[in-house]
């Protein structure tokens, strides 16, 4: 596959450096999906799917553009660099647009991220989603309006050349599987809960039934939610949606973020940003991990490093571009698995410890401010009183800034959630200002 | 890079790429060849161009070129969906059979010679994009660039960026109906960073900025609108230098017109886009011809606006698109349906089915979502109420369709105290359920405004453009994120 893949980027870069680029990076990608939905018996939607794509960062006489096509017939092709290389020199020049030096370029081991499923598993997906739907029914005794299934499969592949010598491929299989429904609640409500997981490997799925079950416990717990009173209190964020708070960490960390101004990261490089409990790595080489990666986006080999180190920030985000522009050794521009170190205790524990918590277990809209640190999220979840699930919530919002939330982090759960490429447990903040009646 | 509006009789442009009248019955008759009973083959060539302003350079430019056919088989509520990003016959039919596999019988099936049908057009174009060298464009950055750094000493930061993108589409039925529409879209887009004084006197940075939309050419940028455009954009981002978070909890909120009706989109909107009422899994389900709203409010979905960034001349099934009454002086009347909503329930379909692209099957969409103005000065509103807050500008929404849960994110606003605007406020979530803010919608206004931001809409995986609009409305109440 990748060879087909890897001939199709060189040609890129050989044509477009024969139309005059000076410098050209090319990327090629292919992916296979199957994707199918079932609701109350009956099959919903059955899509398959085979996508190409290419693309090419441009660089001529000192100016830059990205371009992207999946037209490969080779005429188009050639007919469209030649177009995006005109385009480019109507820029003004940007002399840190080049590619990265080429003693700084490498991959690390694809083999041993192992995140190709070699097993050539034959998947029947009419009989696993019937199955995944049908146990979710039957997990639910009352107030079930409505449960969907939904399974997927597929696979992908990607090569990078550049025209100074790299080349580095990638490839990954993906399994995943999940189940939503609609429950009858009073007032003709009708909430939604769900769960799925997803994986590298199709034997690393859990059972069919632990998310069937996961869903109905979901279910029960959104009937007869309502927004308590606004307090500052106690907020568990359960860790398959801590990466909504992780993001609104990461995002300014970002070289272009920093470089524009538009960060509140700007001058926090080795201050404290969390309080000392709290520690955030980026590990691409995580076995079978959905974020593992040999590469960066500038050719650079990845590597494991600590973000937030007990609550001092470390570095940042910084690709090539931007640590030329800042005058600063780069990092790399993106992260791959986010992992927060798990604690000791359950979620259980944690919430018997509390005489009032909000355990949140879901977040609707909000947004933050990067430039700022200020936050606000709509949020769902259960009321906690002294270890006791008191009230299920709804209609509440969280406020404040990013840098009290995080300084008033006490405490992660040990219960990683390991389906993403943010594997967090449950995290325990203290004293978060939500907003309700 | 833009692909120009085809010249050529409807059919012809793809036709030209080999795809002809004999292969376009081939495809389907595959298409149909398991039992199904109805299919679509949805043929897109799009392309976009953008360059990008930063660090006072005009030094990004990007284009994106997509092609391929997307092909839809229908058995009674189900979809098979396959798509080809090669138009060569094998690989069409090939996706067409893989499509078909939905179905399992095997019936012959009429397949009618593909006949072009004409379009109205809500979006004429007086200076297509394709005439505009890059050139220029960079030239027009760099304007709104300069006259943002000129309007205020405390902007230290500038982004600006243009967009304009273009696509063919064309929409063949076995009933013999072929439809092929141009769609023009523009974009632009200025972010500001400011520092200065804050409330407390201690020094604040923040960013902020302002976009606008349309399906037009190159004309889109009068005077009038860049002007707006940079202006916009710099106080913005200067209002939020004097802003305070408000204080935490629920509370009349009054909505200003234009922006405001994320609201309609979130809290209203996609509870009644079919698909989720077909499945039952709507909070608007079973509620038609019910009062669910004061009837001073009356809330259409409508896909001809001229130029507006959601207006379609048809929607992605091939049907023809409309002005939908979904509320009519507080009464529901309508759903927003696709062909396969509309065959459930027995009517003809909204022209609300849209896509993505040709990589995702359509679904009941909003097109550009609007209230109709009521019997209130704007004046009126604000004074009537004595602490809440009035919100101005907005980012982005969300929504639970079914519990009806929905919240949106206000960027900028002002205290209301005593029946008059207080402190401005930035940055807070404000979060409701969809049917009871309705309700509470108690006072309509008289200025309907639409709102010419770029919003798009998500859903299921599918980003599609949308406009919308509202006059100033208040709710009774709502409960506003903040900090004490």
Redesign the interface.
């Known amino acids: 596959m990748s060879t087909n893949l890897i001939d199709t980027a060189a040609l890129i870069v050989e044509t477009a450096k024969s139309l005059g680029a000076s410098e050209v990076t090319a990327f090629a990608g292919e992916g296979t999906y199957t994707d199918v939905k079932q609701r109350d018996g009956a099959i919903e939607k059955w899509q398959d799917s085979q996508s190409r794509s290419a693309s090419a960062a441009l660089f001529v006489d000192d100016r830059y553009s990205v371009h992207s096509t999946n037209d490969l017939r080779p005429d188009a092709l050639k007919a469209f660099l030649k177009r995006a290389i005109e385009a480019t020199r109507h820029l003004q020049p940007d002399p840190e647009r080049r590619l990265t030096d080429p003693e700084l370029m490498g991959s690390t081991d694809l083999d041993q991220l192992d995140l190709v499923d070699t097993g050539n598993v034959e998947i029947d997906h009419r009989s696993w989603v019937d199955q995944m739907q049908r146990e979710t029914t039957a997990a639910i005794p009352k107030n079930l309006r409505s449960a969907e299934g939904f399974v997927w499969s597929g696979s992908s592949a990607q090569a990078m050349v550049t025209s100074n010598g790299f080349v580095g491929t990638s490839a990954s299989t993906e399994f995943g599987q999940g189940a939503d429904v609609s429950m009858e609640d009073v007032g003709g409500k009708l909430p939604e809960a769900y769960d799925y997981a997803v994986a590298r490997h199709h034997a690393d799925l859990p059972s069919i039934q632990s998310i069937a079950e996961q869903v109905a416990t979901r279910g029960a717990r959104q009937l007869g939610s309502a927004a308590v009173a606004s307090k500052r209190g106690a907020m568990l964020v359960e860790n398959r949606v801590a990466s909504r708070i992780i993001g609104t960490l990461v995002g300014p960390m970002s070289g272009g973020a920093i470089y524009e101004q538009r960060s509140c990261m700007a001058d926090k490089l080795d201050a404290s940003v969390t309080s000392a409990a709290f520690s955030l790595i980026d590990e691409p080489h995580l076995a079978r991990g959905m974020g593992s990666r040999t590469h960066d986006g500038d050719g650079r080999p990845t590597e494991r490093r600590t973000l937030i180190d007990q609550g001092r920030l470390t570095q940042w985000l910084i690709n090539v571009y931007y640590g030329r522009k800042l005058g600063l050794d780069p990092t790399t521009g993106g992260t791959s698995n986010l992992i927060v170190p798990p604690g000791h205790r359950s979620t259980q524990e944690i919430l018997g410890d509390l005489d009032w918590a909000i355990h949140v277990d879901g977040f609707l809209g909000g947004n933050s401010n990067p430039t700022t640190g200020r936050y606000s999220f709509g949020i769902r979840g259960m009321l906690y009183e002294n270890g006791e699930a008191v009230a299920p919530v709804s209609e509440m919002n969280i406020s404040g800034s990013v840098f009290d939330l995080m300084g008033g982090f006490i405490e992660a759960a040990n219960d990683p959630w390991i389906c993403g490429s943010t594997r967090s447990p449950s995290l325990l903040f203290d004293a978060v200002q939500f907003s309700g009646q | 890079?833009s692909i120009s509006k085809p010249t050529g009789a409807s059919g012809s442009y793809f036709a030209s790429l080999g795809v002809t009248a004999e292969v376009l019955r081939s495809v389907m008759a595959d298409a149909l060849s398991k039992g199904g009973d109805n299919c679509d083959l949805y043929f897109e060539h799009s392309s976009s161009?953008s360059?990008l302003l930063?660090?006072g350079?005009?030094?990004?430019?990007?284009?994106?070129?997509?092609?391929?056919m997307g092909v839809r088989v229908r058995s009674?509520?189900?979809?098979?969906?396959?798509?080809?990003?090669d138009l060569s016959p094998d690989a069409l039919r090939n996706a067409a059979r893989?499509?078909a596999?939905?179905a399992r019988e095997s019936t012959e099936r009429d397949i009618v010679n593909p006949v072009a049908i004409e379009l109205p057009n809500h979006y004429p174009v007086a200076k297509p994009w394709d005439d505009v060298?890059?050139?220029h464009r960079?030239k027009m950055v760099r304007k709104w660039e300069q006259a943002a750094f000129a309007r205020d000493e405390r902007i230290?930061?500038v982004?600006v960026s243009l967009s304009d993108a273009s696509k063919v589409v064309m929409i063949v039925r076995p009933d013999g109906r072929l439809i092929e529409d141009w769609r023009p879209m523009t974009r632009a887009n200025v972010r500001c960073?400011a520092e200065g004084l804050g409330p407390d006197g201690e020094t604040?940075?923040?960013?902020n900025g302002y976009n606008i939309a349309g399906r037009a050419g190159l004309e889109y940028f009068n005077e009038h609108r860049q002007e707006q455009l940079v202006s916009e954009a710099v106080d913005r981002t200067l209002f939020l230098i004097d802003a305070i978070?408000p204080s935490?909890?629920?509370m009349p909120v009054v909505l200003a017109a234009g922006p405001s009706a994320i609201l309609l989109h979130?809290a209203i909107g996609h509870g009644m886009e079919a698909d989720f009422n077909r499945?039952?899994?709507?909070?608007y389900?079973?509620k038609m011809n019910e009062t669910i709203a004061n009837s001073q409010v009356t809330i259409v979905d409508d896909g001809t606006l001229l130029g507006a960034r959601g207006s379609i001349n048809v929607d992605d099934e091939g049907n023809k698109t409309e002005r939908t009454v979904l509320v009519e002086n507080g009464v529901l009347r309508s759903y927003m349906h696709d062909e396969l909503s509309a065959s459930h329930y027995g009517i003809q379909p909204t022209g609300s089915g849209r896509r993505q692209s040709f990589?995702h099957?359509p679904m009941p969409r909003m097109r550009s979502t609007l209230m109709e103005p009521g019997p209130h000065d704007p004046e009126e509103i604000i004074a009537s109420v004595d602490k809440g807050i009035y919100c101005v500008t907005f980012?982005?929404?969300?929504?639970?369709?079914?519990?009806?849960?929905?919240?949106?994110?206000m960027k900028t606003g002002f205290l209301i105290e005593n029946g008059k605007l207080g402190a401005p406020i930035?940055?807070?979530?404000?979060?409701?359920?969809g049917?009871e803010a309705l309700a509470r919608i108690d006072m309509v206004g008289n200025d309907l405004k639409v709102d010419e931001g770029g919003w798009t809409c998500g859903k299921d995986g599918q980003s599609v453009p949308v406009s919308q609009g509202m006059p100033t409305v208040r709710v009774s109440s709502l409960?506003?994120?903040?900090?004490?």
């Not at chain 2, 350079?57 to 391929?68: D, E, F, W």
């Open positions: 890079m161009t360059v930063t660090d350079k005009v030094n990004q430019a990007s284009t994106h070129v997509s092609i391929g009674g509520d189900q979809v098979g969906y396959a798509y080809s990003e893989t499509a596999g939905i060298d890059i050139s960079v230290q930061r982004e960073t604040v940075r923040e960013s978070s935490p909890g629920e979130e499945k039952r899994i709507s909070i389900a079973d990589r099957a980012s982005n929404g969300a929504v639970h369709i079914g519990g009806g849960d929905f919240s949106f994110y930035k940055d807070v979530n404000i979060i409701g359920n049917p409960v506003v994120g903040g900090e004490q």
